[in-house]
């Protein structure tokens, strides 16, 4: 996960709200699942609200995610939203991850807002998986994943699931400094935020593509 | 040895007093019916706050003459459920600072002796601190410290705080300038020590001892000992008892309740006198039970767990009220019993370098929202079940407890997990010889590009729902790469979920 790491400018944000969407089979649920089980290896509680109950526990603790400390929440649509809300209020936990499916709820702008500030005040990483983007402008970080490209061992007989390639590319990532520098020149016109993918000097430089960092992500299977 | 003696006079009266605590400092009284006498089974005036004595109303009078004496007195009645509570709460006064304690009915003592060092002030100190952890529980207590339980009870029945110097002659000398009344409840003894001419203790101890004895007998001879000073624990020796396991708050209420609100509010008295008990022997409550009666009979009795132990009235009342909601009572309630479990509060180590975790309390409100929002059945931490299902999976209960750090596995790489559809969606397959070749299911549609398989499983074949299934991983047309399998007993196809 170190291109993502790249594409991140260093990881996913601290204490905000950040955003993965990608179609199915685009790496969506495994990147969710490395932050939750780096999170948990280092000692931290971790959460998970999983709309439609879509978690395998097994492929989950294959893929290094320590169980028992996992909040799992099954919720339906109208839940959801509810439920994370709660999670990250109770504060103590590193990564809340919303996982929204399919689904394209409805989501009023409020509830973003809402979960940002919660994030901000508990020091909470939230992650929103959805399968378009959502979350907009309430997102610290988002990130977008593409051209899902499966690989199949067919060398030794019958094809054999080995893993996908998948193409991330950082469509949002706020600097936070560049925000401050912003807030401090407000009156001057070229006080603009550069939040849309933008990377300073010293930070790693993926490849850029129409202004957008990307990179490609390689995903093993342990089916 | 040095004994504390709590006498909590009135305990009927106080125990709806502790109920309703506005009351205290205004005219009250308490109304019973009399068991015996010609006014048997009517109620009477059995007992009397100060204010009320102040303005006339003696023990005895009707309700309407004790209106008609103090025209604001308020007539209370004591239900069994208060008086047991006070009784309990006053037990756990005596707990707050020994391990054992002796009840009798408006008295618990307790040996002190160890006591000095945690307070050094004195014994008035402690007396003084005694009577406060009562006043928290809400009990208006008097106490004494003295050698022996006797000298003790005639010492608390004599000052609000006393605490007699030690030894034979400082209890003698302390009760000398007493009444007789006070050291005797026997009127026969009492008239003949008014024959006598003996009005204090001190004249009774000046009474020849064996005389006294030969005169009347063996009480008499122990009133002249008391007198003396020289009772102690061999005559009356300390019967200590452990505390009860489970702690018990209970109301009696007057009127109905239909409302979940009126009911939490009802509980929340119940659940802050619990928890000052608590508080007063450093414990915790770690369980709740509610038993409440209902209208016009039954009971609803519900457990309520509690994640971690907690003092946190807020989060207890949370927990009630989500309770209550998830499960409303089928009745009208006219009553509640609360018994809470106590235990130790977690000690909890905390590392400087990392975060604490969530805590504890608030984790237990928590998953308590959690479950009333979507089920009991859907919080807590994934489970892996033990068989050849590739679906099943199972939720166990969610305790951060341990904030160690685990050591990274081999391989940190990503990879794709699947997500499952629960329970699997049947979908129909086209098939040729090399397996599946188009799906169409619920929403999804797609011809298929590349697919791996079959791998088999069976299992459960001692079960009426065994299964023989044939997996296959499909590349689709769609982009993505679905897990789906065939029904080997009806060749029905399900799609399992995908990767992601």
């Keep these: 996960m170190s291109a993502l790491d790249e594409v991140l400018g260093g990881g996913w944000p601290r204490a905000a709200l950040s955003e993965i969407s990608g179609r199915r089979t685009t790496g969506r649920t495994a990147v969710v699942l490395a932050a939750l089980a780096r999170a948990a290896r280092a000692g931290e509680a971790v959460a998970l609200v999983d709309m439609g109950g879509a978690l395998d526990p097994r492929a989950a603790a294959a ?8 909040l799992w929440v099954r919720c339906a649509v109208g839940e959801a939203l509810k439920a994370v809300d709660l999670v990250v209020s109770a504060g103590g936990f590193d990564v809340v ?58 060398d030794a007989g019958p094809p054999l699931l080995d893993g996908a390639r998948v193409k991330v590319t950082c469509v949002r990532r706020l ?42 992500l390689a995903f093993g299977c342990r089916s | ?34 068991t015996s006498g010609t006014a048997k089974g009517r109620p009477r005036i059995v007992e009397v706050s100060n204010e009320a004595r102040r303005a006339g109303v003696v023990p005895g009078m009707t309700g309407a003459q004790a209106s008609a ?43 002190v002796e160890d006591l000095g060092r945690l307070y050094p002030l004195g014994e008035a100190a402690l007396a003084q601190t005694i009577q406060a952890q009562a006043a928290r529980v809400g009990l208006e207590a008097r106490v004494a410290i ?22 034979s002659d400082g209890a003698r000398a302390f009760l000398a300038p007493l009444p007789v009344t006070m050291l005797t409840d026997d009127e026969e003894l009492r008239a003949a020590f008014r024959r006598w001419g003996t009005r204090t203790a001190g004249q009774i101890a000046a009474l020849p001892l064996d005389a006294a004895a030969v005169r009347l007998g063996a009480a008499g001879a122990r009133v002249c000992r008391l007198a003396r000073g020289l009772l102690g624990d061999a005559d009356e020796p300390f019967l200590p008892a452990l505390p009860q396991d489970a702690l018990e708050e209970a109301i009696d209420l007057e009127y109905r309740v239909y409302e979940i609100e009126p009911l939490a509010f009802v509980l929340r008295g119940l659940v802050d006198r619990a928890l000052a008990r608590l508080a007063g022997r450093g414990l915790a409550c770690a369980g709740l039970t509610v038993r409440l009666s209902l209208d016009p009979r039954g009971l609803d009795v519900r457990a309520v767990p509690i994640a971690a132990p907690t003092r946190d009235a807020a989060t207890l009342i949370q927990l009630l ?66 068989t050849w299902r590739e679906e ?29 559809l629960r329970p699997p969606q049947e979908i129909e397959v086209l098939v040729d010889l090399r397996g599946p070749v188009a799906l169409r299911g619920r929403d999804t549609t797609a011809r298929v590009l590349i697919a791996a398989g079959p791998y088999r499983a069976s299992g459960e074949w001692w079960r009426e729902e065994n299964f023989a299934r044939a997996y296959w991983d499909v590349h689709a047309s769609d982009g993505a790469v679905y897990r789906l399998h065939q029904d080997e007993r009806d060749g029905r196809w399900f799609l399992d979920g995908y990767y992601d």
């Design chain 1, 63 to 70: 893929a290094g995610l320590a169980l028992p400390r996992l």
């Design chain 1, 97 to 154: 991850a919303l996982d929204l499916g399919d689904e394209r709820p409805r989501v009023p702008t409020s509830a973003w807002i809402r979960l940002k500030h919660g994030a901000e005040r508990q020091g909470t990483s939230v992650l929103v998986a959805t399968p378009a983007r959502a979350v907009g402008a309430f997102a610290a970080a988002a990130i977008e994943l593409s051209a899902p490209t499966p690989r199949f061992l067919t």
């Design chain 1, 175 to 216: 600097n936070r400094n560049l925000e401050r520098e912003s807030e401090r020149s407000v009156a001057s016109p070229r006080g603009a935020r550069g939040d849309r993918g933008t990377a300073s000097g010293s930070e790693p430089a993926p490849r850029q593509e129409g202004g957008e960092l990307c990179a490609w």
């Design chain 2, 1 to 34: 040895m040095r004994v504390a003696c709590v006498w909590v006079p009135q305990l009927a009266l106080q125990s709806v007093l502790r109920r309703e605590p506005e009351l205290r400092g205004s005219a009250a009284a308490l109304l019973m019916k009399t």
């Design chain 2, 69 to 111: 004496a103090c025209p604001g007195v308020r007539l209370l009645s004591a239900t069994p459920a208060d008086v047991e509570a006070a009784e309990g709460a006053l037990a756990d006064v005596g707990f707050s600072f020994a391990p054992r304690v002796e009840r009798e009915p408006e008295h618990v003592f307790f040996a």
């Design chain 2, 146 to 167: 003295a050698d022996g339980k006797a000298v003790a009870r005639v010492a608390s029945r004599a000052r609000e705080l006393a605490a007699v110097p030690a030894g």
């Design chain 2, 321 to 386: 009220r989500l309770d209550l909601a998830r499960r409303p009572p089928d009745a009208p309630v006219i009553g509640a019993r609360l018994v809470a479990l106590p235990a130790r509060v977690r000690a909890t180590q905390l590392d400087f370098l990392r975060a604490a975790g969530p805590a504890p309390d608030k984790l237990a409100a928590t998953i308590a929202r959690l479950a009333a929002l979507v089920g009991p059945e859907n919080v807590g931490a994934p489970a892996v079940v033990d």
């Design chain 2, 392 to 420: 099943a999976a199972a939720v166990a209960p969610f305790s951060f407890s341990s904030n160690a750090p685990l050591p990274a596995p081999a391989n940190d790489g990503a990879t794709l997990t699947i997500r499952r």
